[in-house]
């Protein structure tokens, strides 16, 4: 295995499609002052160029099922009409780059094109972005069930000490899922992602599972 790969963690395990009663999700969300620094290796984040060696897509596979995404609650901060983009890194922005990237599966495990998915996060500090649309966007999977997001690593805030990124996610003519995205360090039962450093970003693969 190639040294420079440091993989953090797997998603094991049949999921419920019910929602995982633990307790770092159930903690009230408010906009406050961060409770610990933001990852080392924080610069002004600007789109990744991606060469053939560095391919987000390269490290998915084939499409693979642990179970029905479950739901996770919605919180206070979600928009409705975020603009269609798999980046959401902008001028200034500081962070930890992270690429997300992941299948939409129905549950059989067939890849869904088309899918729709709302991402909206804190920022690096753990700020939400409520007047405008900063770490907020929209997209679609592509012909194969494919998803793409390039964003930055949340922060953490006193009233939410864990990191997390939520999604909304409905194939065509289908129901929503709400539901939220957890990372190693803080692992939640069939919503951590996996993790590896690619050098200039961090790669996080996930596959939503949908009823």
Known sequence: ??????????????????????????????????????????????????????????KLGEPS????????????????????????????????????????LDSNCRPIPTAWLDFWQADASGNY????FTLRGHQYTDERGRYLLETVIPGLYASRPIRHIHVKVQEPGGETLTTQLYFPDQAVDCLTVQMESMGKFLLAIFNFVLE
């Open 1 to 58: 295995m190639n040294r420079a790969l440091l993989v953090l963690a797997f998603v094991l395990g049949a999921c419920s499609s019910k929602a995982i009663p633990t307790n770092p999700m159930q903690i009230p969300e408010t906009n406050s002052v961060p409770v610990q620094s933001p990852p080392t290796e924080m610069t002004t984040a600007s789109p990744v160029p991606v060469s053939p060696a560095s391919d987000p897509f390269s």
């Open 65 to 104: 099922c642990n179970g029905i995404t479950p739901a996770n609650s919605e919180g206070p901060y979600y928009k409705a009409g975020s603009p269609e983009r798999n980046s959401l890194l902008g001028e200034g922005l500081i962070g930890k780059r992270l690429i997300l990237v992941g299948y939409v």
């Open 129 to 132: 972005d409520n007047n405008e």
